[in-house]
């Protein structure tokens, strides 16, 4: 995510390193590095020229604190100038009708209808909503099917009149249904098109003022960068929309959208979409995606997303087996399946401070658990439970049914084992230990 812009902001924020002041020589030379990262990364020019301008007159003058170098101290007001950039605070959704009435709005290909999904999950797991997706594309091939594809991965009812092509018509109708039958959201899935055209913007134009919605979104591809901007601006125009979605912000993009649609429209980002996982949808916090672009991670949301796979119960089960030395690899496929519903391990890793550059170049895969899961997955329940009975013949057959490797087998076994003592060493006492065995193991290289 933004991997392109954190390296070059890295290497403009850098300019400053060692220096003693700010001045405005070193400033001057900085910002002109920021600048141009700014617009490799599709930021318009306008917008870019006006964050440097008010990063200049912040930073020049101000004296460096004493714990503070003149690097950090352009970081700082950077960060808070981005985040400024982005929106500022972070920016709900308007769920105050009943139902409350969400309109879907953008170009195809967009992923408008993949994103109606994921907006469902979320409403239904975190706000404990019943929500109704309303099939409105009568255009494009599939797109009804698509839809009720959707609803029944999430487990969400969804509401389409086959027979119908006035989108008007269905989206009152799929209202209406929403109230006899006790759904207290109501999301919308519109048609779009390649491009802005004047029957589109009539249409959607149309629905909107039909139904009143408390909130319309527009769902925008953040790969298309300036496009993206320009193509709101246009949308807002005619339907004064309340928010903007990005999605597929796990691709290749380079931000220019996500930093300079809200200066443009003058309406916050409340959403983006992470992956094709219908989870893979969080909240946009400006103030943390201006630390993830600087480098700087985005541990609250790491910690967050933890805590909602977090199941205490299990937890608690786990550490009496590991006080009894009974931990054993269904126990650890258990944990392996908790880390995966947290999302993709290269969006997690950008979480952490400093992973991010630290692993660039790294092609890091999301399947990394495939092959441990595949050898767990051939023990029977004796082995998986009591893996000391893990014989030459045993570990042979487990090679034969996983597809793996004798040797990778003993290699999970060892890691396995390290794993569980560590983890009984953390128990009860551990600290002390813990350290005694770490300058061990430093004394010993």
Not at 246 to 275: E, H, M, Q
Request: charged share 25%.
């Amino acid at each position: 995510m933004f991997d392109n812009l954190s390296e070059k902001l890295d290497k403009a924020l850098h300019v400053l390193k060692g220096h003693g002041q700010i001045t405005e020589i070193n400033v001057a030379e900085t910002l002109k590095e920021v600048r141009r990262a700014l617009l490799d990364a599709d930021v318009n020019f306008k917008i870019a020229k006006e964050f440097t301008n008010t990063v200049k007159e912040k930073a020049l003058g101000q004296d460096v604190l004493t714990a503070l170098q003149p690097g950090q101290l352009m970081v700082k007001l950077v960060k808070d100038e981005l985040t400024q950039l982005m929106g500022g605070d972070v920016e709900g959704i308007n769920l105050s009708g009943d139902p409350s009435v969400v309109l879907m709005s953008g170009l195809q290909g967009s992923g408008k209808t993949t994103f109606s999904g994921k907006l469902a999950s979320y409403l239904k797991t975190k706000k404990t909503k019943k929500p109704l997706l309303v099939a409105c594309d009568v255009y494009r091939p599939a797109a009804v099917d698509q839809l009720h594809v959707v609803g029944d991965q999430i487990g969400v009812e969804v509401f389409s009149d086959r027979g119908n092509t006035d989108p008007v018509a269905i989206s009152k109708a799929g209202i209406a249904y929403a109230k006899a039958n006790g759904h207290n959201v109501v999301i919308i899935d519109t048609a779009g098109r390649l491009a802005v055209d004047e029957e589109m913007m009539n249409e959607i134009a149309n629905i909107h003022k039909a139904i009143n919605p408390q909130e319309t979104l527009f769902v925008v591809d953040a790969m298309t960068g300036q496009d993206a901007v320009n193509t709101a601006k246009a949308f807002n125009d005619i339907l004064n929309f309340d928010g903007v979605i990005l999605t597929k912000l796990d691709g290749d993009t380079r931000g220019g959208a996500a930093i300079s649609i809200k200066s443009v429209v003058n309406k916050p980002i409340k959403f983006i979409g992470t992956g094709e996982k219908m989870d893979a949808i969080d909240v946009f916090y400006p103030a943390r995606m201006a630390e993830r672009i600087l480098g700087m991670g985005d541990v609250v949301s790491l910690v967050e997303r933890a805590q909602e796979q977090f199941d205490e119960e299990e937890s608690r089960k786990i550490q009496k087996k590991i006080a009894k030395n009974q931990f054993g690899f269904d126990d650890f496929l258990s944990q392996i399946q908790q880390i995966k519903k947290m999302g993709s391990i290269k969006d997690l890793m950008g979480m952490i401070p400093g992973a991010g550059k630290a692993l660039k170049g790294l092609d890091i895969d999301d399947d990394a658990f495939k092959h441990v899961e595949a050898i767990i997955h051939s023990m029977t329940p004796l082995e998986r439970a009591t893996p000391a009975k893990l014989d030459a013949s045993r570990k042979k057959r487990i090679a034969k049914g996983s597809g793996r490797s004798i040797q990778e087998i003993n290699q999970l076994l060892k890691q396995f084992d390290q794993m569980s003592k560590m983890m009984k060493m953390m128990q009860g006492g551990g600290g002390k230990k813990m350290m005694q065995m770490m300058g061990a193991m430093k004394g010993m290289q």
